[in-house]
């Protein structure tokens, strides 16, 4: 994931580009652009949108002053139940109607909480101010909330970064106080004393970092006081110790809006939705292409379908011709391609008896010249039913002659003349073992 953390102050905006995975983070790039008469913040903001290169969550961090905060117990410790009854827990302990304040919250250890708000209209500004220069924020907070996750920092200090005092606990942040100058002893002092009236055991170590690293001198302080120096491991990230000390609270945000533990100031009228929209756009651009897709496939199966009925009427009325021709003298059948099936497997069919073939070229070569044709056959078992025209009844009466060699038994059956001399007859018989 890419972040881009965008820090406004009175005098600069400080710009720090993230590359953050799970195991590591590249810092990409990181400007400090100093705001005055001859630069506005609309035209520093709009020369880093004109230089963003690919898609980066844009993280703006506004001023802490703009939040206020309260510390909470509740009984559970899950956050989603934490921000359902985060309003009806702050109802009468803000100053301001809970529908003017936009929520967020923060865990600060086992049941307790760090609860923050802001104006609604003062988050309003700030989205508007950067949207109208080219880069609307998604994700609006502040540094101090991630000072949790600065890197090289015990679990339980307090953090001074020249304007702001933070308390650490058990490596997330309890408590921060804003400064309209850079604190000094005396006035940290003060805090302290406010923070130990409030009970609890408060941290021994005070961690500078940022300006306050070169700004404040640690003797002057009223707790043993350290300057934050680079990990080792991230030595190549942030090159030297100057880097370092302008970047760690933009790394530590990057690192918290990864895991999670960012609060978001975006919520409610404010919500981030120009990301929903895109990614809408690009659903409905991905549910038209599908859809030509599903038509053109049906349309190809649609064209499949009428090829292969088409055919297939092709080759019933072919059936139809055929059947037509091999029984000329049947009437139309109700089924043309039921029958010619039913002809094709008395012809395939083998019997014990031999094939319907075999006897059928018997009975063509006994039938002689004077048979003029055989126009029906009907073959099951052993027996053979055969229609057919002849010259005379005398040429019936040889055909018959000649197939009694060859069968068990023959019957002649009606013999009918006809007007044109040709007399039409049936005749049934009985094939013999021996032509098994």
């Not at 650490?168 to 850079?182: A, E, H, M, P, V």
């Not at 009428?306 to 021709?325: C, G, H």
């Not at 319907?356 to 029906?376: C, P, S």
């Amino acid at each position: 994931m890419d972040c881009l953390i965008l820090q406004v102050a009175t005098t600069e905006l400080t710009v720090a580009h993230f590359g953050v995975t799970r195991g590591a983070t590249e810092l990409i790039g990181a400007a400090s652009i100093e705001l005055n008469g001859e630069r506005t913040l609309a035209e520093a903001i709009g020369g880093v949108a004109e230089k963003i290169v690919g898609s980066p969550r844009v993280v703006l961090c506004l001023s802490p002053a703009l939040f206020a905060q309260r510390s909470i117990t509740l009984p559970f410790n899950d956050m989603r139940k934490v921000r359902e009854v985060l309003p009806a827990h702050l109802q009468g302990e803000c100053a301001m109607p809970i529908d003017e304040l936009s929520l967020g919250v923060m865990a600060a250890g086992t049941g307790r909480f760090l609860a923050l708000w802001a104006l609604k209209r003062d988050i309003g500004e700030a989205i508007s101010r950067f949207r109208d220069a080219g880069l609307e924020p998604q994700v609006i907070t502040a540094l101090p909330f991630a000072y949790g996750e600065l890197p090289g920092i015990p679990a339980d200090c307090f953090v001074c970064d020249g304007t702001i005092l933070a308390l650490i606990r058990g490596g997330k942040l309890s408590y921060f106080r804003t400064f309209n100058t850079t604190p000094t002893g005396p006035m940290i002092a003060a805090t302290l004393a406010a923070l130990e009236l409030s009970g609890g055991e408060l941290p021994t170590r005070l961690c500078l970092i940022g300006a306050a690293a070169v700004t404040m001198a640690p003797d002057s302080l009223p707790l043993a006081a350290e300057v934050v120096a680079v990990p080792t491991d991230l030595g190549k990230l942030f090159k030297n110790e100057e880097t370092f000390q302008q970047l760690a609270g933009h790394y530590a945000v990057a690192r918290a809006c990864f895991a999670g533990r960012l609060p978001d100031f975006r919520q409610g009228e404010h919500a981030w939705t120009a990301g929903d929209a895109k990614l809408r756009r690009k659903l409905v651009l991905t549910g038209l292409l599908a859809t030509g897709i599903m038509v053109l496939l049906l349309a190809q199966e649609g064209l499949k379908y009428r090829a292969v009925t088409t055919d297939l009427a092709a080759v019933n009325k072919s059936i139809a011709a055929m059947y037509r021709e091999i029984f000329p003298t049947r009437s139309k059948a109700v089924d043309e391609v039921a029958e010619i099936k039913g002809e094709i497997k008395k012809l395939s069919g083998v019997e014990s008896t031999g094939s319907y073939l075999d006897v059928l070229k018997i009975v063509a070569e006994a039938k002689g010249n004077t048979i003029n044709g055989l126009y029906e056959a009907e073959y099951e078992g052993r027996t053979i039913r055969i229609k057919g025209d002849a010259r005379s009844n005398q040429a019936v009466n040889e055909f018959k002659a000649a197939l009694m060699p060859l069968m068990a038994s023959v019957e002649l059956g009606e013999v009918k003349s006809r007007p044109d001399g040709m007399v039409g007859f049936t005749l049934t018989g009985t094939m013999k073992e021996t032509n098994k």
